[in-house]
């Protein structure tokens, strides 16, 4: 038996639908790509999303054809968004910050056939047109006045709009269709796609809604900053319409002064955007003396907000700030940091420390912590684990199937994250796994210390990451990029941390750098920042050394520039895509592009490895070396034992003598070798290749061992019976016996 209720499948064009029936006449308002600011409502955005709809029939789109954005926030990729989706295609959105030849990459495999762009990217479309077959067509955001051939064929996309019916029947089909795509940041080998269906964004959206979520309401005004190409701005372009918001979208220009513009002469009362976006605004309040009268609510996520943002919001300007956590496979909002009626109850400092936790899942998120044995760890607030996440809107598998099964047994999908959980049933990322420090067998934030350092009053950015050292295999290093004009020591640095974190989390080092770069989502690129300081030796391991590769690693990049992730962008800016190894060799043109660090996508795939790491590998190869040395003296006792056991020792003879002549020697070399490799673990990390070194050097003792028994039994007369007596060896003195 089944329910009795309404069959009515959560497909997403319901959302612009319902705004549109419900609050048509709420505004929506752009900063257009050309500059003025142009004013809609959700009435007329339902239409011009209809007009979308038929113009896509028309160049031949069907239910289940990708359809790529490359574009920023404004009313036109909304209409787009719903356009696409109401008519069952689904909306690839197009980060813009990636490498041209990444843009490539995901275009085609995700196989977009129609692609509609801001005006912005027609240099990078023009540059990759001929790379991506799979697009039959490419729409310019643009009126027929600005309309320009710089892409040949593109089409003009008011020009579209404007000929087409605004009669379109939306959705009739299934709830699990696909609705979205948009690619992880690659953190590791290819982008993978995550494939959203209607359901699992209808879903998001209703969770989201809540009051202990995103809390949005008929009477907010909400601008996004966060853009619709990151995991599709936090849901916002979904739940906005949903509750009848004002939208405020805010295009290209996200520095700090357009932002405050924004904000204040549209009345907005909430937004959501990563740290760096907020740090520019509260640098640009500071600088202007400038005030936020409206705004009461921002929601911060992507990285970890710094305490010391927070505090400004709260302090200076009265506004409270809502830690979430996500990420583009959950869709991305996991967690969020809204207090229960516990936390509430606490003073206004207690509340603090939860509040900079990434909080606890709404209803539909299961969160568990794992050790690497697949342990479940308690929520006792200090045990670090593997985050896994479960829910309804979080990625199953990915797109095409990339990267195999993603779930374990229960169904929990692995963030990559590793995570506290606490008694409040509060999360708190501690690391990325990659990123952890492994220090003497113990891990190390780095996300902590690095969110303390950022507190500085000296310092604009701080990055942590681990560095080989000889005793603990890692330790932590700390760069930092002072504010403009300021000047500072690496001791004013250790003394701030001094009484925040355990003692021995302090860094081994603090390097002043000009530029600490970031991905194409805005978080602090460490791996990047691993390979510039790849040369990179702790003072604690050789001092001298330290200096001399350090000047030359913070010299790579030619004219460091930071690249602040949300902020204002004029043209598409390529940034470091991390770990691309496995793609083919980019096309001549493409590998010359810079990125914005000033290094070209070649120079991240020939980059070294770290120092350390080729170590390691070097004494890995010598140890198995050792090892096959031991090993064949070995093989001979025991193969001379079998063949006289068979009864063949006479038909190997010839064989069996010259072995029997070399294997002592070679056993003797062997035990050389493998005290070496002993030397070597001890110097090279013996945590990890001391073990294996110590049982090469007992198999080469047990070996000599072996021999120098053996000689004497048989220099003995009754030893015939091991050796027939024409193979009667002195076996510690092969050369007396040829
Ligand atoms: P993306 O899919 O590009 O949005 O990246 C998701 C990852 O960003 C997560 O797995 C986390 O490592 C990181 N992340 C997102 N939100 C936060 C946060 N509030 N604090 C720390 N890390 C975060």
Not at 384 to 393: A, W
């Amino acid at each position: 038996m089944q329910g009795r209720m309404q069959d009515w499948p959560l497909t997403v064009d319901r959302i612009l639908d319902h705004a549109a029936s419900w609050h048509g006449d709420r505004e929506i308002v752009s900063r257009s790509v050309e500059g003025p600011i142009v004013r809609t409502t959700y009435g007329e955005v339902h239409k011009r999303a209809k007009r979308v709809s038929n113009v896509l029939k028309a160049l031949g789109v069907v239910q289940g054809d990708r359809v790529a954005t490359l574009a920023w926030n404004t009313a036109r990729h909304l209409e787009t968004w719903y356009g696409i989706m109401g008519i069952g295609a689904v909306c690839h959105t197009l980060n813009p910050r990636l490498f041209a030849e990444q843009l490539v990459y995901i275009i085609n495999h995700a196989e977009d056939k129609v692609l509609f762009t801001d005006m912005t990217f027609l240099p990078i479309l023009n540059q990759i047109r001929s790379q991506i077959p799979t697009v039959k067509h490419i729409i310019v955001f643009a009126g027929t006045d600005r309309m320009t051939d710089e892409v040949p064929g593109a089409l003009c996309y008011e020009a579209l709009v404007e000929e087409s019916s605004e009669n379109c029947v939306w959705g009739g089909f299934d709830e699990n269709m696909p609705a979205g795509l948009c690619y992880t940041s690659g953190t590791t080998g290819n982008p993978k796609g995550v494939l959203y269906s209607h359901r699992s964004n209808f879903l998001h959206t209703l969770v989201t809604m809540g009051a202990d979520v995103l809390g949005i309401g008929a009477c907010d005004t909400v601008l996004p900053v966060v853009p619709m190409f990151h995991a599709n701005a936090w849901g916002v372009a979904f739940s906005a319409p949903a509750v009848g918001a004002k939208l405020v979208m805010p295009g290209q220009k996200l520095d700090g002064a357009s932002i405050h513009e924004l904000l204040e002469t549209e009345q907005v009362t909430f937004s959501a955007a990563v740290p760096t976006v907020w740090q520019m605004l509260l640098n640009h309040l500071r600088e202007t003396k400038g005030t936020l009268s409206t705004l009461k609510r921002v929601v911060i996520g992507g990285s970890a907000v710094p305490e010391a943002i927070v505090r400004a919001f709260r302090d200076e300007y009265g506004v409270s700030v809502t830690h979430a956590w996500g990420m583009t496979e959950t869709s991305p909002l996991g967690t969020q940091a809204t207090p229960n009626h516990i936390i509430a109850a606490m003073s206004a400092e207690d509340q603090l420390k939860y509040q900079l936790k990434q909080g606890r899942p709404p209803l539909a998120i299961d969160l568990k912590l794992e050790d690497d044995d697949g342990k479940l760890l308690p929520r006792d607030g200090h045990t670090f684990g593997k985050l896994m996440v479960k829910g309804p809107f979080v990625v199953g598998e990915y797109f095409r199937g990339d990267g195999g099964d993603i779930l374990d047994k229960d169904g929990f999908f692995d963030t990559g994250d590793v995570a506290t959980l606490d008694s409040n049933g509060f999360m708190q990322i501690t690391d990325r796994s990659k990123d952890v420090i492994k220090s003497g067998g113990e891990w190390i934030s780095s996300i902590e210390i690095e969110n303390i350092a950022a507190g500085h009053p000296k310092a604009d950015l701080a990055a942590v990451i681990g560095v080989f050292h000889p005793k603990w295999d890692e330790r932590p290093l700390l760069l930092v990029k002072l504010k403009a004009g300021v000047e500072a020591t690496k001791e004013e640095f250790l003394k701030f941390l001094e009484g925040k974190i355990a003692k021995w989390w302090t860094p081994d080092d603090v390097v002043f750098v000009d530029d600490i770069p970031l991905g194409a989502t805005g978080k602090i690129d460490k791996k990047l920042i691993r390979q510039r300081m790849a040369d990179y030796v702790l003072p604690t391991g050789a001092a001298a050394a330290a200096a001399a590769t350090v000047t030359k690693a913070l010299a790579a990049p030619p004219e460091p520039r930071i690249y602040a992730p949300e902020s204002l962008v004029e043209a598409p800016a390529p940034v470091a895509f991390p770990d691309l190894e496995p793609t083919p060799a980019p096309e001549t043109d493409l590998a010359s592009l810079p990125s914005p660090e000033g290094l070209t996508a070649a120079d991240f795939r020939s980059a070294s490895p770290p120092a350390h790491q080729a170590k390691r590998a070097w004494l890995g190869s010598y140890l198995n070396f050792a090892l096959g040395l031991a090993l064949v003296p070995a093989s001979i006792i025991l193969g001379v034992a079998a063949f006289t056991q068979l009864g063949v020792i006479s038909n190997v003879r010839g064989l069996g003598l010259n072995l029997l002549h070399l294997a002592p020697l070679m056993a003797q070399a062997s035990l050389v070798t493998a005290a070496l490799g002993v030397i070597g673990a001890l110097v090279a990390g013996f945590r990890r290749h001391g073990m294996r070194a110590l049982l090469i050097l007992a198999l080469a003792f047990a070996t000599v061992g072996f021999f120098a028994w053996a000689s004497q039994v048989l220099s003995r007369p009754a030893a015939a019976v091991v050796q027939p007596a024409e193979v009667r060896l002195d076996l510690t003195a092969p050369q007396a016996n040829r």
